[in-house]
Nanobody
């Protein structure tokens, strides 16, 4: 049974930092593109960042580029999202997602490409 469990969310002031973690089980971690999405109240879920199975390719949404960093630790089956210079508009539930891919350097950003999802972790940024 595949499980993705996010942690690290919380309340932080604008300009602060948080690091989200997503620990997986039940899948071949290195064969999966890993990504973070987020959903703010009243809005559609949106792509945030993705990392290829090899870890050599990353992709970010324009809204977080230069402030967020995605990384992975295959030994721990865990993907991270380091979030710096947080803004109130970053407030959302953040979801981890996994997409099996035979291509180790490919990343994707479409929600319907991802097979497995976590339950989400709340991030709230106060102004």
């Amino acid at each position: 049974q595949v499980q993705l469990v996010e942690s690290g969310g919380g309340l932080v002031q604008a300009g602060g930092s948080l690091r989200l973690s997503c620990t997986t089980s039940g899948l071949t971690f290195s064969m999966n593109i890993m990504a973070w999405f987020r959903q703010a109240p009243g809005k559609e879920r949106e792509f945030v960042a993705a990392i290829s199975g090899s870890g050599t390719t990353t992709l970010y949404s324009d809204s977080v580029k230069g402030r967020f960093t995605i990384s992975r630790d295959d030994a721990k089956n865990t993907v991270y999202l380091q979030m710096d210079s947080l803004k109130p508009e970053d407030t959302a539930v953040y979801y981890c997602a996994a997409d099996y891919s035979r291509w180790s350097t490919v990343v994707v950003d479409r929600e319907n490409e991802f097979d497995y999802w976590g339950q989400g972790t709340q991030v709230t940024v106060s102004s």
